[in-house]
């Protein structure tokens, strides 16, 4: 999951001087690729690592919750315990303080085997990104390293959050001549943003080249977290009117994010439009092949039906735009989702275990 990562052009195109993601763009072969949208913006993190990590929606939590921090106080099933099930070794990477949205306790919780933080990388050998965040490339660096350590043929789950990525963004700590700068008005913080994209994008090319020269079968998924906070002025040269006057579905503009599944072998290639991030490990699981719960076989069912479903609303299979609510005509199947996930989450005494556990 990769800090802050968007395009936004999914908002409404403009003209830079350079592309922002040459590499990603190009990509086709073995590849999926396609809109992800999720619940907050700006910030908020922990929120779409729970909607990937668990499939729960935080849909249906109190506005401004924060479920690592309020809600996940024991062990809970996740994508972690589903390939835990088949042998897999599962770590999680963060290439900042661990006690950040309390993953240090989240984490074990959610059945990784092992966390590593900023306190795992040497200082001395990693790139910063303004001079404070540890940049992509280093954090892809300790992937590979996790990747050559383990036995050959030892199945591994390796989830990773970058940060370089984070706000607030302003002078930038690299020759103006490798910028990206959007060229028909003033945006300096921008201009940073993008120029970062640009680095975590040279980053992503490094992992998949190294990955395309290994033999063992391997899947790399990347997907932003929210979009970044940027000046509403240039969110709304980009729309064309005040923030004030968006409807619903130029609203969700501002909750997508790209996300892209890159394999070393043969995967069916796809653009997926919409697909909203409770969603995506139901997607891996399916693509990888691996066997999935009867939750996870459920929500790739739901999709069909509902692609989104996010904090700010749903949309339908026809691309129509609904808020959560009674006037909903997939209400039925909210409230249905919205039980199961509170058995899931809170009802830990009466859980039936065997919903979110691998089948084969």
Known sequence: MNEAWADLEMINTFETNQEPMPFIDSLEDNTIKGKLFVSVYGGGTCNSEYEFLTGDTVAFLPAGSSAYQQYIQGQMPSLATVLNDQGYQSIAVHPYY????????????????????????????????????????????????????????????????????????????????????????????????????????????????????????TIIVMFGDHQPSLPAEFLEELYGKPLSQLSLEEVQRKYQVPFIIWANYDIPEQDIEMLSANY?????????????????????????????????????????????????????????????????????????????????
């Open 98 to 217: 661990g006690n950040g949205w309390n993953r240090d306790k989240v984490y074990p919780y959610l059945g990784f085997d092992q966390f590593l933080d900023i306190k795992d990388f040497d200082e001395e050998q990693v790139k910063l990104a303004r001079d404070v965040y540890i940049e992509d490339s280093s954090s892809y660096e300790k992937l590979i390293a996790l990747y050559e350590e383990k036995e050959e043929g030892q199945p591994l789950f390796l989830f990773n959050v970058t940060i370089q990525n984070h706000g607030g963004y302003g002078l930038d700590d690299r020759d103006s001549t490798d910028r990206v700068v959007v060229t028909q008005n003033d945006h300096p913080q921008v201009d940073q943003y993008l120029s970062l994209v640009k680095r975590s994008d040279e980053a992503f090319k490094g992992l998949v080249n190294y990955f395309s020269q290994e033999e063992e079968p």
């Open 280 to 360: 995506l490990a139901s997607l891996v699981l399916e693509t990888a092949g691996v066997q999935s719960s009867p939750y996870f076989d459920y929500l790739g069912q739901l999709s069909k039906a509902l692609p989104v479903i996010t904090a700010i609303g749903s949309v339908d299979k026809e691309g129509q735009y609904w808020f959560n609510n009674a006037s909903n005509p997939y209400y039925n199947l909210l409230e249905e989702y919205k039980i199961v996930q509170y058995n899931h989450l809170f009802d830990r005494k009466h859980r039936v275990e065997e919903l979110f556990k691998a089948q084969p």
